[in-house]
């Protein structure tokens, strides 16, 4: 548990800073997610969506504080989770865990990393 960063990482999908449309979308809809992260030392976050049978990786930009990504929704229906793996120069590496409003801190799922170029 990162308890401690909780003011320095933050995302709440109910919030339209942080998620744009909030709530269930219909597939294809263009959707964007924010995630600030205040902690020194941070190079990259990025956005891992999944479910059971799908799975995809964003890089996100900084822009105005906020970390953030536009994607497209996944084409299938399904209930789809997300958190955000960080890479920087310190040993900290956190995941904010989300699916509609619930939020919990882990460590990043290796299954989830960004892809190589």
């Known amino acids: 548990m990162l308890a401690g960063y909780r003011n320095e ?3 709440d999908s109910s919030l339209h800073i ?5 709530g269930a979308v219909q597939a ?10 205040r902690l020194k030392h941070v190079e ?8 059971d049978q799908f799975r995809e990786n964003y890089s996100m930009a900084l822009s105005d504080g906020y970390w953030q990504v536009s994607f497209a929704a ?7 989770w ?3 793996p960080s890479r920087g120069t310190g040993s900290l590496s956190t995941t904010a865990r989300t699916a509609d409003a619930r939020r919990v801190w882990a460590a990043p799922t290796p299954s989830c990393r960004p892809r190589s170029s």
């Open 18 to 22: 942080f998620r744009e449309p909030v």
């Open 9 to 11: 990482m933050l995302h």
């Open 28 to 37: 294809g809809t263009a959707v964007t997610i924010r995630f600030r992260m």
């Open 82 to 84: 997300y958190h955000f």
């Open 44 to 51: 990259g976050v990025y956005l891992c969506v999944y479910s």
């Open 74 to 80: 996944p084409s299938e229906p399904d209930t789809y």
